[in-house]
Nanobody, 124 residues
Framework: QVQLVESGGGSVQAGGSLRLSCAASGRPFSGYTTGWFRQAPGKEREFVAAITWSGAHTYYADSVKGRATISKDNAKNTVYLQMNSLKPEDTAVYYC?????????????????WGQGTQVSVSS
């Protein structure tokens, strides 16, 4: 079993920044892609960003491109999501997940494990 724990969420004003972390523990495994998704109240969970195991490839949703940076530290089994220039529409619970379906990094159904989420609230 694998456990994913998100942290780093909080309340910020528009224009502010946050760095989210996703720490993996449990059964050792490798070769997976880690993705960040978010879910706002009353909306479906949506893709935000993803990074391959090697870190060589990163992917972003258009809504965060240019404002978000995903990175990872394999030695710490941790993936980070730096969010800058935050907007009220970024308010959501942010989840990280892992998948071996590299080509379908944006598809929720292809993810095997999920964390419990961390709340990000952006006020105007």
């Amino acid at each position: 079993q694998v456990q994913l724990v998100e942290s780093g969420g909080g309340s910020v004003q528009a224009g502010g920044s946050l760095r989210l972390s996703c720490a993996a523990s449990g059964r050792p495994f490798s070769g997976y892609t880690t993705g960040w998704f978010r879910q706002a109240p009353g909306k479906e969970r949506e893709f935000v960003a993803a990074i391959t195991w090697s870190g060589a490839h990163t992917y972003y949703a258009d809504s965060v491109k240019g404002r978000a940076t995903i990175s990872k530290d394999n030695a710490k089994n941790t993936v980070y999501l730096q969010m800058n220039s935050l907007k009220p529409e970024d308010t959501a619970v942010y989840y990280c997940g892992t998948t071996y379906s590299g080509s379908y990094y944006y598809v929720i159904g292809h993810y095997d494990y999920w964390g419990q989420g961390t709340q990000v609230s952006v006020s105007s």
